[in-house]
C-alpha cells in the first residue's frame, strides 16, 4: 500500500478525530493529545515500534482499522486512494483481508506501517466485481476486511442486583 502512510499522515491532520474512543482510550491517548500526537506519536517517535510485541499488538486494531478505511473509501475521482488497489479492484478482486505487519522492510514501513493487503480473484464474481467498482466505487471486501470496518459492538452495562 505504497500511499497509506501519506494518506493516514493527511487524515491525522485535519481536525476531526480518527480514533475512536475505545483506540484512543487503549493507545493511552491523553484527552489533551490530538489524534495526530497520539498515533503518529507511537508510529514514528518511537524507533522499531514493531519489534515491540506489546507496542505493535497495541497499535494493530487501529492501524488496520484506518488502513481498511483508505482501502474501502473513494478519495476524488479515481476511487481509492491506493494505486495498487485500484488495480486489483478494477481487475475484479476482491478486498480479500489486510495482513498486520505483513512486510516490516525499510520500504514497507516507510510507506505502509508495514501493512499488506491480500486481494481475491473469484473467477465467478470478477465482472460483477469489476462493474461494482467501476459503476459506484464499490469495493467488494471478505469478511476479514469487513469486520475492521464494523462499528465496535457496546457491552450492556451490568445490571446492580437488588
Known amino acids: 500500500m505504497p500511499a497509506f502512510r501519506r494518506w493516514l499522515e493527511k487524515r491525522l491532520a485535519a481536525p476531526e478525530p480518527v480514533l475512536t474512543e475505545e483506540e484512543r482510550a487503549a493507545l493511552g491517548g491523553d484527552p ?19 519489534e515491540s510485541e506489546t ?38 478482486a476482491r478486498l480479500e483481508r489486510i495482513n498486520w505487519l505483513g512486510n516490516a522492510s525499510p520500504r514497507g514501513m516507510r510507506e505502509s506501517f508495514g501493512i499488506m493487503v491480500n486481494y481475491l480473484y473469484d473467477l465467478n464474481s470478477i465482472e460483477a466485481n ?33
Open 32 to 50: 489533551a493529545k490530538t489524534d495526530s500526537e497520539t498515533l503518529l506519536g507511537l508510529l514514528t517517535g518511537t524507533e522499531a515500534w514493531w
Open 55 to 92: 507496542l505493535a499488538a497495541t497499535l494493530q486494531q487501529p492501524v488496520s482499522r484506518l488502513a481498511a478505511v483508505f482501502l474501502t473509501h473513494a478519495e476524488g475521482p479515481k476511487g481509492v486512494g491506493d494505486p495498487v488497489a485500484r488495480f486489483h479492484l478494477g481487475n475484479g
Open 130 to 162: 469489476h462493474e461494482a467498482f467501476v459503476r459506484d466505487g464499490t469495493v467488494v471486501r471478505g469478511a476479514a476486511v469487513e469486520a475492521l470496518l464494523a462499528p465496535p459492538r457496546r457491552t450492556p452495562p451490568k445490571r446492580r442486583a437488588g
